[in-house]
């Protein structure tokens, strides 16, 4: 089966453009979390998506949406970018919500270049 | 507020020895998760070994051994045996038993290498 796909893998954006990142989960999974990774640093968490509906949000501005569609996949939008966007954006995917026991399963992330 | 602290930024172990990586975590909730996750230069974030808070008796995958501390807030991750392989980051993470949101809360990361 295959694992957690983000596209694009890599990209090289303008400050104040807008960005739309993808991912698909797991066939089955329902739940897709979005984290924020600065070079040299942990990931963040940034959303998390169940069955369609927001889960959580992390403190990031209003600049930072998503979307979780009927098929699970998601997208996570950013617009007006800054400098401080520039870093590995990892979605993660789980069958059902992480604390009912169920593994959590990372893509391998898109880097986001910002200049 | 959840935090995790790994106060190692880098290690280094030479092969088949074997290396134990820290974590501490400040929590006042009484049941939750504890994971150490792996990541290579390919960036993706493999899992390594889990703790439920609520059983005492430590996690063990293989290679990979914990040391869960819950009084202490301790969780040190111990690689016997050590392989090329394992050189990665390794982060040290929490997430709350909560059946809404569930986010995970990472350390700054260990970076681990393994010496021929």
């Known amino acids: 089966d295959a694992g957690v796909t983000q596209s694009p893998t890599h990209l090289i954006k303008t400050r104040g453009q807008h960005v739309t990142l993808r991912c698909s989960p797991i066939s089955g999974h329902k739940s897709v979390s979005w984290y924020q990774q600065v070079l040299g640093q942990g990931p963040q968490f940034i959303f998390q998506?169940?069955?369609?509906?927001?889960?959580g949000r992390g403190n990031f501005p209003d600049r930072f949406s998503a979307r979780q569609f009927p098929n699970y996949s998601s997208e996570l939008n950013v617009n007006a970018l800054l400098l401080g966007d520039s870093a590995l954006y990892l979605c993660?995917?789980?069958?059902?919500?992480?604390?009912?026991?169920?593994?959590?399963?990372f893509g391998e992330g898109s880097w986001l270049t910002v200049v | 507020a959840q935090t995790v602290t790994q106060s190692q930024p880098e290690m280094s172990v030479q092969e088949a020895e074997t290396v134990t990586l820290s974590c501490t975590y400040d929590t006042s909730e009484n049941n939750y998760y504890l994971f150490w996750y792996k990541q290579p230069p390919s960036r993706q974030m493999i899992l390594v070994i889990r703790?439920?808070?609520?059983?005492?008796q430590n996690a063990t995958e293989n290679r990979f051994s914990v040391n869960f501390q819950k009084a202490a807030k301790s969780f040190s991750l111990k690689i016997s045996d050590s392989q090329l392989g394992d050189t990665a980051m390794y982060f040290c993470a929490f997430m709350k038993h909560n059946s809404g949101n569930t986010p995970l809360v990472f350390g700054k990361g260990t970076r681990l290498s393994v010496i021929a």
């Open positions: 703790q439920e808070a609520y059983k005492q």
């Open positions: 993660a995917s789980s069958l059902d919500l992480g604390t009912l026991g169920y593994t959590i399963y």
């Open positions: 998506y169940y069955e369609k509906e927001e889960r």
